[in-house]
């Protein structure tokens, strides 16, 4: 009987083909690891030059001579020198209307008023339209005297409304009347019959 067990086993052993072999893994190993060297980092002693022995050049400052203004020189007889206002008002209205005034230390003094009035003017439209209406416009009214330097008075008095800018005052020009001839018509006589005869 065991005879016969030998006889299988080997039979068995001789049925399995001579290709077969046991797999094999190649064993793995790390990859070693190896501390970076460290070499001491060189020093070199910095290069001493020695210092020239030039001296600094030096310049004269410039000298520049100071300028020569002349001395202002004023006139201490002008008696308008210290002119000043010795009184002032100004007066706006809701309406438009204003009026003014002032006088100075050298007798010269103005006052003026305005008013709003309807007058006969041109308008225009938002397209540019002219026509002729009733338009608001600014009246003005005033008078201002004052001395000259030669000591002559001077009173302007004027007024300015639909009628333009009328002034008045003794030391205005006045402009020269010329009276001219009228001219005789021609009388035309008949003359013959023909014609006419020119007187």
Do not use: C
């Not at 460290?38 to 910095?46: D, G, L, V, W």
């Amino acid at each position: 009987m065991k005879l016969f067990v030998v006889a299988a086993f080997l039979a068995v052993v001789a049925a399995v083909p001579s290709s077969y072999k046991p797999e094999y893994k190649a064993p793995s190993y790390p990859a070693p690891s190896y501390p970076a060297p460290k070499y001491p980092t060189p020093s070199y002693p910095a290069p001493a030059y020695p210092a020239s022995a030039y001296p600094a050049p030096a310049y004269p400052a410039p000298a520049y001579p100071a300028p020569a203004y002349p001395t202002p020189s004023y006139n201490k007889d002008n008696k308008y020198a210290d002119i000043t206002v010795t009184s002032q008002s100004d007066e706006r209205n809701l309406d438009g209307s204003s009026q003014w005034s002032y006088a100075q230390s050298d007798y010269t003094t103005r006052e003026e008023s305005q008013v709003q009035k309807k007058m006969q003017g041109v308008t225009y439209d938002s397209y540019g339209k002219e026509s002729y209406g009733e338009v608001l416009g600014n009246t003005n009214k005033g008078s201002s005297y004052w001395v000259s330097p030669e000591g002559q008075k001077f009173t302007l008095t004027w007024a300015a409304d639909e009628a333009g800018f009328q002034p008045k005052g003794d030391h205005l020009p006045v402009a020269p009347v010329h009276e001219y001839e009228l001219p005789v018509a021609a009388v035309h006589i008949p003359f013959n019959g023909k014609g006419y005869k020119i007187y």
